[in-house]
């Protein structure tokens, strides 16, 4: 945005510049963070709900008063398509969370790359194949099917109507199969109207309940 002085503040790899000229060029902002065409450096501009070139002699013209850059140090651009639109990129790989970030797309909506799986949590869309990738939004309908409910203080989903003992020991302890040493004990606060509190045994069943709060334990038995 611009300031009293006429200077425009810019963010680049998510740092803040106030440049003092009024009209900046792509190449102004490759300088700011010592980045040059000539050397293959890629300027992506990432404000406008999309990410696209910016070209060296290009004027910026900020949008909403501020404008955000990345900059692929001797990168070759790529494309790819999200939600339609076309995608301009620096590198061979664009990750999942920075096309949540630019798009602005939500932890609650699934991406799937066309013709392919489900985008997961961390992964990379490679631009390297010799077609466009396209990556669409869908809203992940499993989570109406699911219970929110809160297991050793983390919000959790419970995917059935009805929870087993087992099921929330496996939610409490993911990375830690039980073994002939340890025992569980599981007790609820804010579960059925018949019984809003209580505990659960081995094998023994519940209905789920949004907003329940199960708390499981591991003792040893010796």
Do not use: C
Not at 197 to 218: D, F, K
């Amino acid at each position: 945005m611009k300031d009293q002085n006429n200077s425009i503040r810019i963010v680049i790899d998510g740092h803040d510049f106030v440049m003092g000229q009024v009209a900046l060029t792509g190449r102004d902002i490759l300088a700011a963070v010592e980045a040059h065409p000539d050397a293959s450096d890629v300027l992506i501009r990432i404000d406008e709900g999309r990410a696209r070139l910016l070209a060296p002699n290009e004027q910026v013209v900020p949008a909403d008063g501020q404008a955000h850059f990345r900059v692929h140090r001797k990168g070759t651009l790529r494309y790819l398509k999200v939600d339609d639109r076309s995608w301009e990129w620096g590198t061979s790989a664009i990750g999942e969370h920075d096309i949540r970030e630019i798009a602005g797309i939500s932890e609650d909506v699934v991406l799937h790359i066309v013709g392919g799986d489900p985008l997961r949590t961390g992964g990379l869309v490679d631009l390297t194949v010799d077609w466009v990738p396209a990556v669409i939004s869908k809203p992940d309908t499993s989570r109406a099917l699911t219970v929110p409910v809160v297991v050793n203080g983390r919000p959790q989903h419970l995917p059935k109507a009805e929870v087993s003992f087992e099921d929330l020991v496996a939610l409490a302890y993911p990375d830690r199969p039980p073994t002939l040493s340890e025992m569980f004990t599981v007790t609820y606060r804010h579960g059925p109207a018949e019984r809003p509190e209580g505990s659960l045994a081995p094998t023994q069943t519940m209905r789920s309940i949004s907003g329940a709060s199960y708390n499981v334990t591991a003792t040893d038995k010796s």
